[in-house]
């Protein structure tokens, strides 16, 4: 017993072929297609409807029914939109009894692509950050519907303001993307502007919630050698910086890049670590993926 009363046999069904995108793969929340084409017992394709398809789409959490249309014309059309990511089992079935060949056929629906309002980030760094030391923070890409996504190569970008430099960016290749930073801040600049750093992170230009940071500055720890210059105003190499980078997978540290000083001074030069302080730049440099 089948769907309906009616004769058809496992070779019958056997003969029936499908094609289409919809038999293999598709991206969460986006329509995917297949068409079924029939043939009578003997194996000819048919050029009539009138016979009952079934279409089932499963995995161990969900099980969806998707409708098969007639075209009256010997071939059957189905489409689906599937919100959750995952392997399923689709079954194409003649009469709801036999399946047709090929099926049941392994389909992977995967995330859609990264979303900026979706997407998370998160980390100490973007809250707390201490001078002279490096501090961390990492984006989730989520797609639309907030799907975690499994893979890299999205175009995220990170932009550090301030008395701060980026240090690294990593693509984790699965959904998630490492960044540090320092903070070059002197103990003077913090004590006048205790959040003088800003951190945006980007995707396609649109801002990820929360995004500017504006992390609470904390002194280094030791001392600080202050150095006036009578022949004019002071400088600083802790001075405002605006560091750009994007994501190519791999890290990339922001020392001996291409990058070109331009920034305007404190108004007193501290000095802690020169080596270190030598990273701090403004300018840009491309990490961006495909």
Known sequence: GGLYNIDVTADQAQSCEAYGPGLFGAEAGTSTTFTIQATDPSGTPMSEGGLPFTATLENEEYLYNIQVADNDDGTYSSSYAI?????????????????????PFAVRVNPAKADPKKSVVRGDGLFHAKSMETSYFIIEAMDCLGNPRAEGSD??????????????????????????????????????????????????????????????????DGS?????????????????????????????????????????????????????LAGTHDGAVGVGGG
């Open 155 to 220: 175009d995220f970008e990170v932009s550090v303001a301030g008395p701060a430099v980026l240090r690294g960016l990593q693509d984790n290749s699965n959904g998630t993307y490492s960044c540090a930073f320092e903070v070059t801040a002197t103990a003077d600049t913090i004590a006048q502007v205790p959040r003088a750093v800003t951190i945006n992170v980007q995707l396609n230009g649109r801002h990820l919630p929360g995004s500017p940071f504006q992390p609470s500055l904390e002194s280094a």
């Open 224 to 276: 600080w050698e202050v150095v006036k210059d009578s022949s004019g105003p002071d400088q600083s190499t802790s001075s405002p910086t605006s560091t750009r980078q994007n994501f190519a997978g791999g890290l990339l540290t922001s020392p001996g890049a291409p990058f070109s000083a331009s920034a305007p001074s404190l108004g007193g030069q501290f000095v802690r670590d020169a080596d270190r």
């Open 83 to 103: 919100s959750a990511p995952g392997d399923y089992s689709l079954a194409i079935k003649l009469n709801d009894e036999h399946h047709i060949f090929g099926s």
